[in-house]
Structure formats: C-alpha cells, structure tokens
C-alpha cells in the first residue's frame, strides 16, 4: 500500500519488518535524525497508538491532508540542530493540494490562501520585500525556520477535524524539547491557540512574539503592523546568529 492510504505510520515503511516478531514496534516515520533522537519514544506511548488508529478508520471514509510523505514534512526540511525560527499554525489546509506539512504554506502551483497573503503582506511593509508569485515556503524551512502545526492532519473539507485526537500532545513535546534543547529560538505565536503553547517555552533562553492571527478575520487587529519579520532577525544577529533571508525566489522549490 503506498504511503497516501497507510497514515497509520504516517508513511515511510508500511510494516515492520518480515522477521519482526508479533507485536513488534513500527517502524518510525521519515524524520530527520536529530528529531528522532528525542521523539522516537513518543511513537509507542499509547496516545501516539490512538491515534494511529484514529486515522486509519477516518482514512477509510474521507480524504485526509496532507498526503501521508508529507505530515512530518517540516521535521525532514528543518533539523532540530538548525532551527532558529519556530512559527506555529493550528491544522493543516484542507482544501485539495494545498497542505504539505509546513504551516501556511502551499503547494507549488497552489494559489496562496488569505492568510498567507496577508503574512506577505505584513512582510512587504516590514522589510520592503516584494510579495513572491507563490506560497511555497520550503525556503524558510530548509533555513532553519520550523514551520509547525499544532494539529498535524485534517480531513478535506473540515478545518480542525483532527483536533483532540493525539496531535496536541506530540507537539508540545515538540515545543518542550525545542525550549530545552536548544537557545536562542524565536517563538512565533499568532492567534489565541498559539499563544496557549507560550506555557511551554522558557522565556529566559528565547524570545517568544504575538499577534493575532493573519486570517483576515482578525489581521487589521493588530497582525498587521506588528513586524515581525524584522524584530526575528534583530534578536538573531543579537544573540550572534545569522538572519533570516524571508525573500522568496519566483520559481518555488
């Protein structure tokens, strides 16, 4: 079975191997090994297993985003020795093609939802840089900035349906393991479901910013005009590390 209908292992290997004994433990998906090395052990603890099966019973009736390759796909792109930049989403795009495991961004080809429109936005009137022609935003990944849902699937047509299934549980050991592994992170929360996670980080080793979220329900709110982009990259050079280029070839990856 490939790996878009086998999201109880949320692709990669589809089984254990032949000589495994019963019972033994799956295979872990495709993850970059400095992030197995400390989420490994999440892959058998019982909630990890709920939702396994949760998915494999929700695959069965509707189509899941995004395609099983690419749920893990911010932790292939963005070791977690190189992350710098957390950005944090809630669930996935549910529209067709869009979603591909990083937050807000879209598939090559994909038209930028709103939302993403208006973070280019609030980066022109920042940094002066132009809007890109695409919202692919594999560039930022592979530098070292964490694109990060809270939810990481979502069924096609249903903005959180995924929500309260495991997935919340995963990534605030995810944004644990960041606040105690590593120093001088930017945290970036938009949005009340964001900022819940604020609990987690250690404020005295990063720097966390806020706003509301870039939705156009709530940007005029105090999204726009909250430049981000630009305090990012001068708490970075401050604590001697190298900006963020947010500029976006006009080709996508």
């Given at each position: 079975?490939?790996?878009d209908n086998q999201l109880d292992l949320f692709a990669g290997n589809t089984q254990p191997p032949p000589s495994a004994p019963p019972g033994a433990p799956r295979p872990p998906p495709k993850m970059e090994p400095s992030w197995l090395r400390v989420l490994q052990p999440e892959f058998d603890k019982p909630y990890m297993q709920r939702l396994r099966a949760f998915l494999v019973e929700d695959k069965q009736c509707h189509v899941i985003y995004p395609r099983g390759a690419d749920?893990?796909?911010?932790?292939?792109?963005?070791?977690?020795?190189?992350?710098?930049?957390?950005?944090?989403?809630q669930d996935p795009y549910h529209g067709r093609g869009q979603a591909h495991?990083?937050?807000?961004?879209v598939q090559p080809g994909v038209r930028p939802p709103p939302?993403?429109?208006?973070?280019?936005?609030?980066?022109?009137?920042?940094l002066q840089i132009p809007k890109p022609p695409h919202g692919c935003l594999t560039p930022w990944?592979?530098?070292?900035?964490?694109?990060?849902?809270?939810?990481?699937?979502?069924?096609?047509?249903?903005?959180?349906?995924?929500?309260?299934?495991?997935?919340?549980?995963f990534t605030d050991?995810?944004?644990s393991a960041l606040s105690t592994h590593r120093d001088h992170l930017v945290f970036v929360l938009w949005g009340r479901p964001a900022q819940r996670k604020a609990a987690l980080i250690d404020q005295t080793r990063h720097l966390v910013l806020t706003a509301p979220h870039p939705s156009p329900f709530s940007a005029h709110s105090g999204f726009f005009g909250c430049r981000h982009f630009s305090q990012i990259n001068t708490y970075l050079e401050s604590a001697g590390?190298?900006?963020?280029?947010?500029?976006l070839?006009?080709?996508?990856?």
């Open positions: 079975m490939d790996a749920i893990f796909n911010a932790f292939w792109l963005t070791p977690l020795d190189d992350v710098r930049v957390v950005i944090l989403g495991g990083l937050c807000f961004s939302s993403l429109v208006n973070i280019f936005q609030e980066l022109q009137k920042d990944a592979r530098q070292g900035v964490f694109l990060l849902n809270t939810v990481l699937t979502v069924r096609a047509g249903q903005a959180h349906s995924h929500a309260g299934k495991g997935w919340e549980t050991t995810v944004i590390i190298d900006p963020v280029d947010w500029r070839d006009d080709q996508p990856e």
